[in-house]
Nanobody, 119 residues
Framework: VQLQACGGGLVQAGGSLRLSCVASGNFFSISGMGWYRQTPGKERELVATITSGGNSNYADSVKGRFTVSRDNLKNTLYLQMNSLKPEDTAVYYC??????????????WGQGTEVTVSS
């Protein structure tokens, strides 16, 4: 299974970006998916998660500005980021809890996409 994230880039404060993360490979389905971010010298932190049924959870720092969504038919996760702030600058990683018909679930991580917000 591979997770391919894209959509990062350079944007001015107040701007918007939309991240995407596509899961590919041989699996039964995907349960929880999420976005995390990391800056140099800091631990990776949760940004938002979403269940297969669409229930979402957000870090307090992004509530009201970011929206997580997913397309289960396309095995794709999205993160719409509005009103971006310089402190949102980070490498953003997606993850997915992949379910198999023949064994236990496995958590996978994407390669990360870099978001830079200029002031």
């Amino acid at each position: 299974v591979q997770l391919q994230a894209c959509g990062g880039g350079l944007v001015q404060a107040g701007g918007s970006l939309r991240l995407s993360c596509v899961a590919s490979g041989n699996f039964f389905s995907i349960s929880g998916m999420g976005w995390y971010r990391q800056t140099p010298g800091k631990e990776r932190e949760l940004v938002a998660t979403i269940t297969s049924g669409g229930n979402s959870n957000y870090a307090d720092s992004v509530k009201g500005r970011f929206t997580v969504s997913r397309d289960n038919l396309k095995n794709t996760l999205y993160l719409q980021m509005n009103s971006l702030k310089p402190e949102d600058t980070a490498v953003y990683y997606c993850n997915a809890n992949v379910l198999y018909a023949w064994g236990p679930s496995t958590m996978y991580w994407g390669q990360g996409t870099e978001v830079t917000v200029s002031s």
